[in-house]
C-alpha cells in the first residue's frame, strides 16, 4: 500500500495526516507547535505513525508546510548577511534598496547595498550595458566582507533576465559557489522595488531553509521513511526539498494556502470562500478553479512590501488562543493570542488567561474531548454577559472577514475549517452575513495537513511580451511553455502538466503594443 503524509506548521499546533495513494483518509493528529518547529514536526510525525499504525516504508510522499522562513524574518533572528545589487544605473538611484524597510529587520539583513551600470527596458531593449567590471570588484568587496548571501535585482528583469544571469556568473567567477545568489526574476515580478524586496528576503533565508530541509530529511531517514520530501509553496502546491532551498520565501504563507486546497478537497468545491479558523487569527481566503486566488497587490511581509505570488487573504485576530478582555467597557477578541501555551495558560486548563476556547466553553456550545488537562467548570466563573458579549465578537470578527475577502455583494459557499473553529457557535451557520451556506466537513480540523498532502507542484511566470515583432498567439505560447517549464523544474510530471490559468492585460499607455502575460501550470508530482 503506498501512502502520502502531510504536515502542516500553526502557531499553536502542528498537524499531521496519513492518506491512501487515492487521496482516502487514514488518520492524524493534533501535536503541540514547538519554538524551534522542527522538534514539533518530528513530534507530529512519530504520533500520526503510532496512531495510524502506518508502515513507514509504505510512505512514498511527505508534503511539509512550514513555518520556519516566516519566523526567521517576524523575529529578526538567523537571517544572512544579504549583499544587494541593482543593476539600473545611471538610473535607478532616486529610492535606495530597503529605504523603507523596518531598522531592525534591515540591520539583521546587513542593510547594504551596491549599484552597476545596466538594465533593460520595458520591452526587453537594452537601456544600459552590464558593468562586469565593476561586479567582480563588488565580488572581492562580498569576499573581504564575508557577506552569507547575495541579491541580483536588474531593471525590468521579469522581461529579459540576460543581464542577471550573467551578474550572477560573473559574481560566482570571483565568490564561488559556497554564497546563495538569489536572481528577482526569479521570485518576484514587474515593480522593482517590491521584488528587489523579495530577492533580499529570500537569500536572507537560504540558509534557514537548507537546515530545516536537513532536520526534517533526518528525521524521516531514522524512521525508516524513504519518501519524495516537499515543501508547500504560497499558491497551494508544492516545490521539491531543492527548490525550497533556493526560493525559500516561496513558502511563508504556505499554512492558509494549504488550508484553502484542503476545504475545496473535503468538499468537492472549486469555487468557494474558506474561513480558517486558527490558534491565532481567522483567515479568509477564496477558492477559484480549486486553488486559493493570488494577491493582485503588494504584500507586506515582516513590514516589508513584496510581489512575489502570495494568496489573498483577509487576517484579523480571533483564533482559539486568542486573549479576550474588557476595554473601556467593550469586549475585545485578539489581536495577541496564548497560541501553543494555551494548555497552561487558558482558563479550562487550570491559567488565568481568558481566550476565545475559554469562552466557547464557558457558553456550552463547544467541547473538547481526549484532553485529561481540561476542565469546563473552570470556565464558570466567567460573567455570562462577558461571554454573550465575546461571543457575538467572535461571530461578528468571522462575518466581517468574509465581506472582507468577497468581490461581490452576492453570498457565496463559505467552508469553516481548521482547529480553532469550534469558537464559531453552529447555531450561527446559517446565519451568517454575506454566506449562502456554511459547512464544516469531516475531519475540517485538518484541512491544511490534507491540502499539503494533496498539493499538486505548479509554475508560474508573470511578465510583459512586447508584440511588435511577434503575434499574441505567439506570445501566448511562449509564455504557457515557460509556465510549463517551471513546474516541470519543480518536481511536476512532464507528461501530465497542464495549464490552469491565463491572466492577460494589453498595455494602451506603452508606446509600442505590449500585453502582461500571467500563466499557470501545474501537475501531479512525477
Given amino acids: 500500500m503506498t501512502l502520502k503524509l502531510g504536515i502542516d506548521v500553526g502557531s499553536t499546533h502542528t498537524d499531521a495526516v496519513i492518506l491512501s495513494a487515492r487521496n482516502e483518509f487514514v488518520g492524524a493528529v493534533k501535536t503541540p507547535t514547538t519554538p524551534d518547529v522542527t522538534t514539533g514536526v518530528v513530534n507530529g510525525l512519530d504520533a500520526v505513525l503510532q496512531k495510524t499504525g502506518a508502515d513507514p516504508s509504505e510512505v512514498k510522499l511527505a508534503a511539509i508546510g512550514t513555518t520556519h522562513c516566516i519566523n526567521a524574518i517576524v523575529e529578526r533572528r538567523r537571517l544572512a548577511k544579504v549583499a ?31 549599484a552597476v551600470e545596466g538594465g533593460y527596458e520595458y520591452d526587453g531593449r537594452e537601456f544600459n ?11 572581492r568587496t562580498i569576499v573581504e566582507k564575508k557577506f552569507d548571501a547575495i541579491s541580483i535585482t536588474g ?163 480571533n483564533g482559539g488562543g486568542s486573549v479576550v478582555r474588557k476595554v473601556d467597557g467593550r469586549v475585545t477578541i485578539g489581536p495577541d493570542s496564548v497560541g501553543y501555551s494555551i494548555v497552561t495558560k487558558g482558563i479550562a486548563w487550570g491559567g488565568s488567561t481568558v481566550t476565545a476556547t475559554d469562552v466557547a466553553l464557558a457558553d456550552g456550545y463547544a467541547e473538547i474531548s481526549g484532553d485529561p488537562r481540561v476542565d469546563v467548570s473552570r470556565t464558570k466563573k466567567l460573567e455570562k454577559e462577558f461571554v454573550k458579549s465575546a461571543v ?68 508560474e511566470i508573470d511578465r510583459v511580451f512586447s508584440l511588435e515583432h511577434q503575434s499574441r498567439d505567439e506570445a501566448l505560447k511562449q509564455a504557457k511553455q515557460m509556465a510549463s517549464d517551471k513546474a ?39
Avoid: C
Fill in 84 to 114: 544587494a545589487i541593482r543593476i539600473s544605473l545611471p538610473a535607478g538611484v532616486g529610492v535606495e534598496p530597503m529605504i523603507d524597510w523596518p531598522e531592525d529587520l534591515k540591520e539583521a539583513v546587513g542593510g547594504t547595498y551596491f
Fill in 129 to 139: 550595458r552590464l558593468d562586469t567590471s565593476k561586479l567582480r570588484e563588488i565580488g
Fill in 155 to 317: 531593471q525590468f528583469s521579469p522581461v529579459r533576465n540576460d543581464q542577471e544571469v550573467e551578474a550572477a556568473e560573473t559574481l560566482r567567477g570571483v565568490v564561488g559557489d559556497e554564497i546563495p545568489v538569489s536572481l528577482s526574476h526569479e521570485i518576484g515580478i514587474i515593480g522593482l522595488i517590491e521584488r528587489e524586496n523579495a530577492a533580499i528576503l529570500n537569500s536572507a533565508t537560504v540558509e534557514v531553509a537548507k537546515a530545516a530541509a536537513r532536520a526534517l530529511e533526518e528525521a524521516l531517514e531514522r524512521r525508516a521513511i524513504r519518501a519524495k520530501l516537499f515543501f508547500s509553496q504560497n499558491d497551494g502546491t508544492l516545490m521539491s526539498v531543492e527548490y525550497a532551498k533556493r526560493y525559500p520565501v516561496l513558502t511563508i504563507l504556505s499554512g492558509p494556502t494549504n488550508s484553502i486546497r484542503g476545504a475545496g478537497f473535503l468538499t468537492g468545491l472549486n469555487e468557494t470562500v474558506v474561513v480558517d479558523i486558527g490558534g491565532t487569527t481567522t483567515l479568509a481566503g477564496i477558492l477559484v478553479k480549486g486553488f486559493p486566488r493570488q494577491s493582485s497587490s503588494a504584500v507586506e511581509v515582516g513590514g516589508v512590501r513584496t510581489n512575489f505570488r502570495m494568496p489573498d487573504l483577509v487576517s484579523m485576530g
Fill in 392 to 459: 457575538s465578537k467572535i461571530v461578528e470578527n468571522v462575518e466581517k472577514s468574509i465581506d472582507m475577502i468577497k468581490t461581490s455583494r452576492e453570498s457565496m459557499p463559505v467552508v469553516l475549517v481548521g482547529g480553532g473553529g469550534i469558537i464559531l457557535p453552529g447555531s450561527h451557520y446559517d446565519k451568517l452575513k454575506g454566506s449562502a451556506r456554511v459547512i464544516r466537513p469531516p475531519n475540517f480540523q485538518f484541512a491544511n495537513a490534507i491540502g499539503a498532502a494533496i498539493s499538486q507542484v505548479s509554475g
Fill in 488 to 526: 516541470i523544474q519543480a518536481g511536476a510530471d512532464p507528461e501530465r502538466v497542464q495549464i490552469v490559468d491565463i491572466d492577460e492585460v494589453f498595455l494602451a499607455y506603452l508606446p509600442s503594443n505590449a500585453a502582461r502575460i500571467r500563466v499557470k501550470a501545474a501537475g501531479p508530482l512525477k
